[in-house]
């Protein structure tokens, strides 16, 4: 059988069976729900501040590392 037939038997089953499905693969697989949080993205404004401020509060530090 081949990936495309399971897929399309799995899509036959009632949700339950689904989620014993997904249950599965995630197990065999080493998903875990960290992993399936969508990403999220900073706004260019707000990572340019947080930015500025990280440099600001830390120019010593940073000053040391590039010598």
Do not use: C
């Not at 036959?12 to 993205?41: C, M, N, T, W």
């Amino acid at each position: 059988m081949s990936a495309a037939e399971v897929i399309e038997e799995i899509k036959q089953l009632p949700p339950e069976e689904q989620r014993k499905v997904l249950s599965f693969l995630q197990d065999s697989l080493g998903l875990h729900a960290a992993e399936q949080a969508p990403v999220r993205y900073a706004v260019d404004a707000d990572f340019e501040q947080v930015a500025d401020q990280v440099f600001r509060e830390n120019d010593d530090l940073f000053r040391r590392l590039a010598q």
